[in-house]
């Protein structure tokens, strides 16, 4: 048996708590349910999708089979949690492990990840965008001073994180100058990122944001090759005669050569199907050199409403599997971390992170921070309580149509974790969360899905095993 992965252990420290109370002598044991195994050279791969753990086990050495005696095989699978007492209920062991996460979440804490909105306008018009017909508003220079005062009490001397999202961002310069300028005045100590088309990347402003703004990491989706790119986008403020495909690489050039990471959003949709080899082969030849350059191919709109056909779906998620298998034979860096075995989730994203809030151009704080067009609102930065704690006596009575007793409603509604008795049986059950109230989630899953989830994780097994072999 050779470990190529190490379990989580934190996640293993609570399964042997839970496990010690059994009686070792003549226990009997099974293969615990969130075993996905792969088949390699020589033997087999098998990955606990609850402990994070990866094994190779070769031809001599059999994975045990249910009913098996704990003194009949190697200890280290009933340590690390490969197999498991006959009546261990994993589902219920996760489901209570989540339970207590939300106890421990529903704590006062300091929000360390700001989602800061400066306005919901934008200078493209993106025929997909889910913020299509939203009114146009702007975060005022009040708003922002209190913005940057609400970040100020919660950072206290730790490190935080800004995203400055949209809309697109970089069209009010001025906001994001005024939040970072007071941050910077109270040394806090911050990292930013942008989300954003890159259009108004120029190396001036790239500058700024590397020296002034302490930018990390800025996201930019690519649609297609020039022509469907410029169509797509159909940015309302470009030159006659000017491409806003080449003024966009150009600034992903710039950006990469003043040391911030460029992750790029590689949309895929029917409208481009046919183009994404070519522009992949596009970004790889012009920025794969670079390690701080990085690509996600992305299905548009695969967890939102339901408009694709079965055969559009799997047409759509087999172009992203070739995406990912042309970056893995070119060696570049898969954006957002998305090339990475599953992990067990304990809450299911920033919604129900205890440490993330979205501030809307009003200063109201969304506990979905990546959607803020809903009327379930938790509190703004008017507010001058600690950290993220609402002190109801200095709190306007009505701010924006909300009161206190309003905010205190809305805090946990997006955290609201979704019945799934249809997942009882599914080895990603300890990866998956779905959150009853979802904007963007509002389908189950379905077959291509499930597919690409399961090809993505045997393809990182098999390239971890790979690793090994080249090590030896």
């Known amino acids: 048996m050779k470990i190529l992965k190490e379990c989580n252990k934190k996640t293993l420290g609570e399964l042997k708590s839970y496990l010690d109370r059994y009686e070792k002598d003549g226990l009997k044991l099974r293969p615990v349910k969130f075993l996905i195994s792969r088949p390699v050279k020589s033997g087999m791969l098998y990955y606990n999708t609850l402990t994070e753990g990866l094994i190779y086990l070769n031809d001599a050495e059999a994975f045990p089979e249910a009913g098996s005696e704990i003194s009949s095989f190697p200890p280290e699978l009933f340590e690390t949690g490969f197999m498991v007492p006959e009546d261990f209920d994993e589902f219920a062991f996760v489901d209570d492990i989540r339970y207590f996460e939300e106890l421990k979440n529903s704590l006062k804490t300091p929000y360390r990840l700001f989602y800061v909105y400066p306005t919901t306008g934008c200078n493209a018009r993106c025929f997909y965008c889910f913020e299509e017909g939203i009114p146009v508003r702007k975060m005022s220079t009040e708003t922002a001073e209190k913005t940057a005062a609400f970040i100020i009490r919660n950072a206290g001397n730790s490190p935080v994180r800004i995203f400055f999202f949209g809309g697109e961002p970089t069209t009010e310069p001025a906001v994001i100058d005024f939040i970072c300028e007071r941050l910077n005045m109270e ?73 911030i990471d460029v992750d790029i959003r590689l949309n895929i949709g ?31 709109n695969e967890g939102g409403k339901e408009f694709y056909t079965e055969e559009e779906r799997t047409l759509l998620f087999r172009i992203q599997k070739e995406s990912y298998r042309y970056l893995l034979d070119h060696g570049v860096r898969f954006g957002q971390n998305r090339f990475r075995l599953p992990e067990f989730k304990r809450n299911s994203c920033m919604a129900d992170s205890p440490e993330c809030i979205g501030i809307t151009p009003e200063g109201l704080l969304s506990k979905c921070p990546e959607n803020i067009h809903h009327d379930k609102f938790c509190g703004s930065v008017y507010d001058t309580g600690e950290c993220a704690e609402l002190n109801t006596g200095d709190t306007p009575e009505k701010y924006m149509g909300y009161t206190a007793s309003d905010f205190k409603n809305n805090a946990d509604y997006f955290s609201i974790k979704k019945e799934r008795t249809e997942c009882g049986n599914c080895a990603f059950y300890p990866s998956c969360v779905i959150l009853a109230n979802c904007i963007g989630r509002q389908n189950p899953c379905n077959d291509a899905h499930k597919d690409f989830r399961l090809w993505k994780t045997e393809e990182c097994m098999d390239y971890l095993f790979r690793m090994s072999e080249s090590e030896n």
Do not use: C, R, W
């Not at 199907?273 to 996600?296: C, M, N, Q, R, W």
């Open 187 to 259: 040394n806090v100590k911050f990292t930013s990122v942008f989300k954003t088309n890159g259009y108004l990347l120029s190396e001036e402003k790239l500058k700024i944001m590397a020296e002034k703004y302490h930018t990390a990491l800025i996201q930019i989706p690519i649609d297609g090759t020039e022509e469907s790119y410029n169509k797509t986008k159909a940015y309302v403020n470009t030159k006659p005669g000017e491409s806003a495909f080449k003024k966009v690489l150009s600034n992903i050039g710039h950006a990469l050569s003043s040391g």
């Open 270 to 300: 029917l409208h481009n199907a046919k183009e994404v080899p070519d522009i992949l082969k596009t970004l790889v030849s012009s920025y794969g050199k670079y390690p701080s350059f990085g690509i996600f191919p992305q299905v548009l």
